[in-house]
């Protein structure tokens, strides 16, 4: 599904170049749940931001659903973004304002989703992700495990092939971490493939294989568990 070989991304300002990305390298198969792991300031962010088509790249090849996709530009990759990527933060990132099934809704409502689809599509989403009896609260009204789930249901009501994770437990206490885990990993059980970047050798046990980056290079690979199957 992704592909990426010798990529690169460097920040420029006017004194100094800082190299993020450093040729890096992988393969990310279809249905795979991989973990990112590595020190602060070592690239984590910033690959995945380019995994999922939110930045550039400065060099290398970026393979995706079989197309190359490094020289996209901003327009193309929303495109493919919209259709294609569900994002969960550290940070939840709700829209305060919105109720969590307005939160849920946004999406859909991005991707031209028809009112009456919509409705079928969020409540199912609500049901799945054990939420629908907050749908009319507002985050801030949540505890953050509720906050968490209402995240990852907007992350998945539009059913994309690939979520990205960042630190998707950072901010919870281990009972509604484990939850969350829980949550992602009957997700890609289902067939959705899953990059997560995390500090915790915890939650990078769900997944089937851990990289490990160190200054922006790819040091070691470990793999945990083989896919089961190939959707
Ligand atoms: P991580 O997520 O692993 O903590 P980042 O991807 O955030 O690492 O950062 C990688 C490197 O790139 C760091 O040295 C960081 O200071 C630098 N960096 C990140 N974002 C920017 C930016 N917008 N401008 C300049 N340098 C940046
Ligand atoms: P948890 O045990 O999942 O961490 P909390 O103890 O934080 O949950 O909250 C218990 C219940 O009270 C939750 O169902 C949550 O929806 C509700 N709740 C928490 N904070 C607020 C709030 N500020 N306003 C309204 N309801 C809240």
């Known amino acids: 599904?992704?592909?990426?070989?010798?990529?690169?991304?460097?920040?420029?300002?006017?004194?100094?170049?800082?190299?993020?990305?450093?040729?890096?390298?992988?393969?990310?198969?279809?249905?795979?749940?991989?973990?990112?792991?590595?020190?602060?300031?070592?690239?984590?962010?910033?690959?995945?931001?380019?995994?999922?088509?939110?930045?550039?790249?400065?060099?290398?090849?970026?393979?995706?659903?079989?197309?190359?996709?490094?020289?996209?530009?901003?327009?193309?990759r929303a495109m493919l973004r919209k259709k294609n990527i569900g994002f969960v933060f550290q940070s939840f990132n709700l829209i305060d304002e919105l109720t969590v099934y307005e939160n849920v809704e946004l999406p859909l409502i991005y991707n031209n989703i028809k009112p009456a689809d919509r409705k079928i599509m969020v409540e199912e989403t609500l049901e799945k992700m054990q939420i629908m009896h907050r749908k009319s609260h507002f985050p801030q009204q949540l505890s953050g495990g509720q906050q968490q789930r209402v995240a990852v249901a907007r992350a998945v009501v539009n059913k994309p092939k690939l979520i990205l994770a960042d630190e998707p437990t950072g901010n919870l206490d281990s009972h509604n971490g484990n939850e969350v885990m829980d949550m992602l990993t009957s997700?890609?059980?289902?067939?959705?493939?899953?990059i997560m970047v995390t500090h915790s050798e915890h939650d990078a046990k769900f997944s089937h294989r851990i990289i490990r980056m160190l200054d922006g290079e790819k040091i070691t690979e470990n793999i945990l568990r083989e896919l089961d199957y190939i959707p």
């Open 187 to 194: 997700l890609n059980e289902a067939g959705t493939t899953i």
């Open 1 to 76: 599904m992704i592909k990426i070989t010798d990529l690169e991304k460097v920040y420029r300002t006017d004194l100094i170049e800082t190299v993020a990305i450093n040729k890096m390298s992988f393969e990310v198969r279809q249905g795979e749940f991989v973990a990112i792991m590595g020190p602060s300031g070592c690239g984590k962010s910033t690959l995945l931001n380019i995994l999922g088509l939110l930045d550039d790249c400065d060099g290398g090849s970026f393979i995706f659903n079989g197309q190359e996709i490094a020289h996209f530009n901003e327009q193309k």
